[in-house]
């Protein structure tokens, strides 16, 4: 079975401060991971990938994240945040092989102050 | 444009009552999903279809049915038998289950029993 925890509910930040939201997983087998943002009253999309390769990814909206195998952990990254980037971000896990469908976090609200 | 178009986005039901969601792609993906999302509980997997005519039950599939009889159509009843169907449920659809294929969301339908 797989799962994964988004560590913080909620975290709050001034506008061009930097930003951190954890993602922790758990599997057995190796994984593909995923980052996906949700604005208010709409459906998810796509942030950023980890499928192979290099364990920086970088995605959309200037964010980025970090494949961290030892510690199970994917954590999204972004250096300086825009009030715009206020949305809820969901982390996501699928094992490798087979058709397995993803497991969602529960997300994190990013709430961007001016 | 290519995506993922669900009806109604707002919709009420009478206690007792079945209720359809409708859900269409053009991206010409073989998978498709259902999700429930409640506050605080992220999404939640109802029914997920790999291919025309043939669907499987997700984390959370009772009191809800579906059909698969064409590939752009993934239509979800919520029945009355669901006791809490008050929620923000989202289609999405991607080019196949597993391999790390980028799932596609739609923009979400909200349900209320009144």
């Known amino acids: 079975a797989q799962s994964v925890t988004q560590l913080d509910s909620q975290v709050p930040v001034f506008e061009e401060a930097p930003v951190e939201l954890r993602c922790n997983y758990s599997s057995s087998v190796s994984v593909y991971l995923f980052w996906y943002v949700q604005y208010p009253n709409q459906g998810l999309q796509l942030l950023l990938k980890y499928l192979s390769g290099s364990t920086l990814v970088k995605g959309i909206n200037g964010f980025e994240a970090e494949f961290n195998k030892s510690q199970t952990s994917f954590h999204l990254r972004k250096p300086s945040v825009h009030i715009s980037d206020t949305a809820e971000y969901f982390c996501?896990?699928?094992?490798?092989?087979?058709?397995?469908?993803?497991?969602f976090g529960r997300g994190t609200s990013l709430i961007v102050h001016p | 444009d290519g995506g993922i178009t669900q009806s109604p986005k707002y919709l009420f039901r009478k206690e007792g009552q079945n209720v359809t969601l409708s859900c269409e792609q053009n991206l010409n993906h073989d998978a498709m999903y259902w999700y429930r999302q409640d506050p605080g509980q992220g999404l939640r997997l109802i029914y997920y279809?790999?291919?025309?005519?043939?669907?499987q039950k997700g984390d959370i599939a009772e009191g809800y049915s579906v059909s698969r009889e064409k590939k752009e159509s993934f239509p979800l009843t919520v029945t009355s038998a669901q006791k809490n169907p008050t929620a923000f449920y989202l289609c999405a659809s991607s080019s196949q289950t597993g391999t790390g294929n980028t799932i596609y969301f739609g923009e979400g339908s909200w349900l209320t029993v009144v």
């Open positions: 279809s790999q291919i025309v005519n043939d669907f």
């Open positions: 996501a896990v699928s094992r490798k092989g087979g058709s397995y469908i993803p497991t």
